[in-house]
């Protein structure tokens, strides 16, 4: 990450100084705002899911979801603890109902609990791609989309987006299993 | 369809807790507390990435990069303007939902290349900012093989869906 970030950013910012000067420091402080913003409308989203995912804890909701995603996420992720497969459990159930944004704050918890070293592990790893490679099977956004710009079948795009998302899925567990083998 | 699953989900655990005399109220802002520390945490991350995104847009050195590339991909079947996409998606949501939108209006949201852009926003991810925001919290420094794996496997989607639009 280092490396392209730097990259990219020392690229841009000499395009710019050459171009246009002016608008350099007005462009970092923009971008800036629009984090404190897009930060802001996370600490909502995250308030609302991190609360509906304590209450289901505590009614012992998760432990049930995690015993019948017990095997998948053994298989998936390997040995982790219990609390980390609840986790796990709860960001898998949140991407499969088409809520990507509270599939997040389970994900860092469980990927807090997993990593406590330097090097990324195949737990991390594998709950990293499986997320970054899109679980999310129905593309409410997009078919929403489409439909606002008058489609004639919005969700013409279904199978294929499903199917794309699938091979995605199934390719990048398996490159994650030959790049992180399991202990 | 969809849209009644998550409302209905969310009542029928508040009605389970409740059931199951689970003090549903502290449950609730129990867990909202602890957006605020997660939601901060990932800020910085955050302005790197919009900071990152802005500055290949402003400098037009994202038309120059795709100017560059585009005749490979042409000949694996990849339109320019999906490259387009297909190039800003691992940084930023809202930067290719702005793509998205400008082939709806160019080319048509029924056209091959508008079918196109819509099997890779739905079936894609942002790699780069989930790759920020999941490892917020850790001191994992050395990611090995995930980020190029997500790429990867993005890019291969990217192909796929221009292959499977052929036949929508």
């Known amino acids: ?32 705002t629009q984090a ?68 997040t704050p389970s994900a860092i918890e469980a990927i807090k609990l997993m990593e406590n070293d330097t090097t990324l592990s195949r737990g991390g790893a594998m709950l990293f791609v499986i997320n970054a490679c899109g679980l999310q099977l129905v593309p409410t956004t997009v078919i929403g989309m489409r439909a606002s710009f008058s489609s004639q079948n919005p969700s013409a795009i279904l199978l294929p987006t ?16 030959v790049a992180y083998p399991k202990k | 369809m969809m849209s009644y699953l998550v409302p209905i989900l969310i009542i ?23 957006s605020v520390p997660t939601a901060v945490a990932v800020f910085p991350y955050l302005f790197a990435t919009f900071l990152m995104v802005n500055a290949l847009k402003a400098s037009g050195v ?20 999906v490259l387009k996409l297909l190039l800003i998606r ?46 917020s919290q850790t001191k994992v420094k050395r990611l090995g093989w995930a980020v190029p794996i997500a790429l990867f496997c993005n890019l291969v989607g990217g192909v796929l869906a221009c292959i499977l639009c052929r036949f929508v």
């Open chain 2, 90 to 135: 691992p940084f930023s949501g809202s930067g290719s939902l702005a793509i998205l939108t400008d082939v709806y209006q160019t080319y048509g949201v029924d056209s091959y290349i508008g079918n196109c852009a819509s099997v890779i926003m739905g079936s894609s991810e942002t790699v780069f900012y989930v790759s920020a925001v999941y490892f």
């Open chain 1, 162 to 177: 499903i199917v794309c998302t699938v091979a995605t899925l199934v390719l990048g567990v398996f490159l994650v299993n």
């Open chain 2, 62 to 81: 994202d038309r120059f990069i795709v100017d560059i590339i585009s005749p490979p991909f042409a000949l694996i079947g990849i339109p320019k303007e």
């Open chain 1, 36 to 103: 404190v913003n897009y930060t802001l409308q996370l600490v909502a989203i995250y308030a609302l899911w991190q609360g509906v995912f304590c209450v289901a804890e505590r009614c012992n909701l998760v432990e049930k979801l995690a015993k019948i995603l017990k095997k998948l996420n053994t298989f998936l992720y390997g040995n982790i603890s219990t609390a980390a497969q609840n986790y796990i459990s709860l960001n898998m159930a949140s991407n499969i109902v088409g809520v990507g944004n509270a599939a």
């Open chain 2, 12 to 34: 029928l655990l508040f009605v389970y807790a409740s059931v199951k005399r689970v003090n549903v109220y502290d449950g609730f802002v129990g867990g909202a507390k602890q």
């Open chain 1, 1 to 32: 990450m280092n490396a392209i970030w730097t990259t990219i950013i020392i690229v841009c910012f000499v395009a710019i100084t050459v171009t246009n000067p002016n608008t350099l420091l007005s462009l970092c402080v923009e971008s800036g």
